[in-house]
Each structure stands twice: as structure tokens, then as C-alpha cells.
């Protein structure tokens, strides 16, 4: 897993680090955002993102989970749903996430650090941290939405089991326009079903 583009090779080697270290807590975690910036740089490429754009949305997306190394393990690795006072706490990984990559001051860094913090926005202004709505949300955060909900949905949790690509697709529909952005949804429905990614059928 390299960055393609050598603009942010200084951000990307700095996160990476941290992200092995976060591995060695929950390697869970590590593995699925492998997955989602896979996903994410394919929806990235689909909406003819920059070259710019896609080297901020891959470093993102591999490192929007990286503020759970700020989350009790007591939280992070509970085999069980969370209580709402839990909830509250693992919430604030996207802000922790931001905080890490913002106090770098590597270049690109402003513009990941934004998109890990809004990656949990929804596209009618009740997510978090920032209660964002539409496009006052970034692209970037719009994308590793749709790529984390499919993938979370697709992959075995300590409280779920995994749901099969028929089971996780009516979900998405439904959460469209709500949590994610229609116009995004539709270019990720058509690729979805050539991606590498796509989850089991059974
Ligand atoms: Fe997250």
C-alpha cells in the first residue's frame, strides 16, 4: 500500500506509522481501511477526481479510523453494541483522527485532517462531529462514507455478522440521501459490482 503521488509521501509515511501501531490494537481496523481506500479511489477515479484530489482522498481514506488509537480498549474492542455513554466516546474518533493529521503541517495535511473529521457527516446534517450537510461536506468525507458503511457491512464485527452484497445494497438505498450523497451512490451502485471489493454473495 504506497502513495501514488510523492507530493505526500512525508504524510503518508507519518500516518502509516501510527496506523501500525493502531494495528496492533484492533487489527480489524487495519484491514478494513485497506479495503476502504481501495474503494474510495475507485469512486475517486469514477467522479474524475484530480490527481490532487485522489492523493488527499487515498491518505484519508487508509487513515480515517486512525483517531480509535485515542479509544479505550475497553470500547474499541467490545465484543458487544455499545452503550450510549460508550458511543459518545467512540464518536470522537473523527476528531481525534483530525487532530492527529492536522498537527503535522505536512502538505495536504489541512485537507485530510478535514476529510477523516467529516467522515462520519451525513448528507442531511445529522451526523458528527460537525452536523455538516450536502456539500458544505467534502467530497473526499462523502466518498469514504459510502466505501466504510458497505465495508463494514460486509466484513464479520465482534457484534455482527457479515451481510452479503444482496443484503448490504437495499441498506445503502435506504440510507441514500439521508447518510449518503444520491448522486455519489449511483456512480458506486455501477462500479460496485465490477470492484475487486464487492462483498460475498452468500
Ligand atoms: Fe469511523
Known sequence: MEPEDPVYVALYSYTRALSVALGYRDTLTQLHSERVRGLSETI??????????LGILKIAASFHDIGKIGIPDCILLKPAQFDPPEWEIMKQHSEIGWEIMSVTHLEGARQAALAIRH?????????????????AISIASRIISIADSYDAMAQTRSYHRSKTHAQIMPILHQETGEKHDPHLMRIFCELIETSEFKAAKL
Do not use: I, V
Not at 44 to 53: D, F, I
Open 119 to 135: 467522515h462520519h457527516e451525513h448528507y442531511d446534517g445529522r451526523g458528527y462531529p460537525d452536523q455538516l450537510a450536502g456539500e
Open 44 to 53: 475517486g477515479m469514477a467522479c474524475g477526481l484530480s490527481r490532487q484530489e
